[in-house]
């Protein structure tokens, strides 16, 4: 799928494209399944963040709400245009939400409060100058790993301190649709040549925008559950239309 193809956008100039014919549908959209796949993650991240502001939960879970939104809004760009420019909408985002994540994780233990976020601030910034000058392939496949990685051991540890069970199965979920998006990805990459012969493109790039949209939520929640413990906000999960898990949570009168 790497032939240059002009359009309304000009010709192909990012770096990757994933397997899917462009502009099979629209002169504005190269890769429409890839672009309208965002759609979930955005409505699922709105519906965090207005849970997040209706209960009064730290700012920080806000942030990160709209952390996801805007990176699902970068990936819509990237793949509807399939520019440069547009490209680093997508990358930078990533870096930056899952910087935002290591704070949410690691601050609650951190001794000295002030220089995480001032490290985390700067560190980002520096990557966005920097990737805004320097075209990174498997370079940023590694350092976002890397980052990822980074959150791994202090997820497992709130994991093994919660006790509430439908906490761990919020983390099971996210482990679920983790490992699935990330086999839908992996296959769209590596077996790109004989998907394209077969009679139905299962979109596996689509798939793992969906997948990873629920990923966020259900991290962004158990996050929440997590932290309103800390506080001695008394969470529980309740269900919105009965399927979709979110926290309430009961503050005490003096907060």
């Not at 009064?56 to 970068?74: Q, Y």
């Not at 506080?231 to 009168?253: A, H, M």
Request: hydrophobic share 45%; aromatic share 18%; charged share 15%.
């Amino acid at each position: 799928m790497a032939e240059t193809i002009s359009s309304f956008w000009g010709p192909v100039t990012s770096t990757i494209e994933c397997c899917e014919k462009n502009y099979a549908y629209s002169s504005y959209i190269a890769e429409f399944y890839n672009t309208i796949s965002n759609i979930p993650t955005i409505l699922l991240a709105f519906i965090g963040l207005i849970n997040a502001f209706r209960q009064r939960f730290e700012k920080r879970f806000s942030v990160l709400h709209v952390s996801n939104m805007t990176l699902a809004f970068g990936s819509m760009l990237y793949h509807a245009t399939l520019q440069h420019v547009q490209q680093q909408s997508d990358e930078t985002p990533m870096v930056w939400e899952i910087l935002l994540y290591m704070y949410i994780l690691y601050s609650p233990d951190w001794h000295y409060r002030s220089t995480m976020p001032i490290f985390l601030f700067f560190y980002g910034a520096a990557f966005a100058v920097v990737h805004s000058f320097v075209r990174f392939d498997i370079g940023f496949k590694v350092h976002y790993v890397i980052l990822c990685l980074l959150c791994i051991p202090r997820m497992y540890k709130y994991y093994i301190y919660t006790a509430d069970v439908c906490a761990k199965w919020i983390a099971k979920l996210y482990v679920a649709t983790l490992l699935l998006g990330s086999l839908f990805w992996l296959c769209d990459r590596v077996f790109c040549k004989e998907i394209s012969q077969w009679p139905v493109n299962p979109q596996g790039h689509a798939l793992w925008h969906v997948f990873m949209g629920l990923n966020s939520y259900f991290a962004n929640t158990f996050l929440m559950f997590c932290r309103a413990q800390q506080r001695g906000w008394s969470p529980k999960f309740v269900r919105l239309f009965g399927v979709l898990p979110y926290v309430k949570i009961e503050k005490p009168k003096s907060q």
